[in-house]
């Protein structure tokens, strides 16, 4: 059973930074991607960032230049650096892994990102 555990959200002032962190354990026999999705309340989910094991990335147009993905293979863990925050990002942000094979999606808890002064 695949089971993926969020940490590092709070709350920043705009212009401030946070990094979070997931931690996946389970295992999966095939190729995965490891991502980041956001939901603002009353918005749908949406797609943040993305890497795959080899290191390839796709990120959001609104977060491009400010947030980094990044993925630690040995360590199941796949991290966000957001910087230059803006209310806008303000969301619950959940982590995701995806099996390319089955297109099966699994997902974190969620944590709590609230941008304001």
């Known amino acids: 059973q695949v089971q993926l555990v969020e940490s590092g959200g709070g709350l920043v002032q705009p212009g401030g930074s946070l990094r979070l962190s997931c931690a996946k354990s389970?295992?999966?026999?095939?190729?995965?991607?490891m991502g980041w999705y956001r939901q603002a309340p009353g918005k749908q989910r949406e797609l943040v960032a993305t890497i795959t094991g080899g290191g390839s990335t796709t990120y959001a147009d609104s977060v491009k230049g400010r947030f980094t993905i990044s993925r630690d293979n040995a360590k199941n863990t796949v991290s966000l650096q957001m910087n230059s925050l803006k209310p806008e990002d303000t969301a619950v942000y959940y982590c995701n892994v995806r099996v390319i094979a089955t297109l099966k999606d699994f997902w974190g808890q969620g944590t709590q990102v609230t941008v304001s002064s």
């Open positions: 389970g295992i999966i026999f095939s190729s995965y991607l």
